[in-house]
């Protein structure tokens, strides 16, 4: 288990960092200004849909190794019915259905923030966020009915033993939906067996956005004025 969350922590692609730094910080869920929501759901850190395949990816490559299982993006799924290629192993595959905002249609104020520079000036910013409501369908293929059914099960069992990683790194909400037969998939099904499952997945974007420092905004009025002067 340690070696997968070195892993995990290692494939990481989040901006933590610009945040933890951060002193001085007000949390708008708390003191609400700006049309932030009070005691609105939060995750503690901003991540992508796509960041949040990048995770499972490879929770799925190391967890489920023992079955040879490969994680693949729909587009790789035509090579699937090969003829010339062998179906040695079992492979699941997403498809993004859908991503729209959740009731927040321009990123809302979570925090103010101060940052302090080098020469310890301060300049005042904002983290902004907003979320997204998104539709994942994945797609189990094997060569036999019993594996397909065993991959899927396991891989539903992943998702549940890492619902709260997920939301740790990023993620508001992951659950199960609904298990569909998909007709998209009717021609792989000649040959194969197919499993279609649909998740629920809710992300929040995070933005962090600075003001123009002080100094800056007066260096600025110099320039100008200066140019004026000389005309």
Known sequence: MNNLELLLNESEKFAENL?????????????????????????????????????????VDYAMSDMNVKFITDEEEIKLIDPEISFNHPYISYRVISR??????????????????????????????????????????ASENKVAN????????????YAGYFMEQGVRQVYFKEQITDTDYNNFRDVLSIRNLRYYVE???????????ISDSLLYGDIIEDKTTKK
């Open 203 to 213: 992300i929040e974007k995070l933005m962090v956005i600075f003001n123009r420092r």
């Open 150 to 161: 065993k991959v899927m099960e396991t891989f539903e069992e992943l998702m549940l033993s």
């Open 100 to 141: 729209k905002p959740n009731n927040e249609y321009k990123p809302i104020v979570r925090e103010e923030i101060i940052e302090h520079d080098e020469h310890n000036e301060q300049r005042l910013g904002t983290i902004r966020g907003i979320g997204f409501d998104c539709i994942v369908q994945f797609n189990v293929f």
């Open 19 to 59: 945040i933890a730094k951060k002193s001085n910080k007000k949390d708008n869920c708390e003191e609400p200004c700006g049309g932030t929501a009070v005691n609105m759901q939060r995750a503690k850190k901003g991540a992508s849909l796509y960041d949040f395949l990048d995770m499972l990816a490879i929770i």
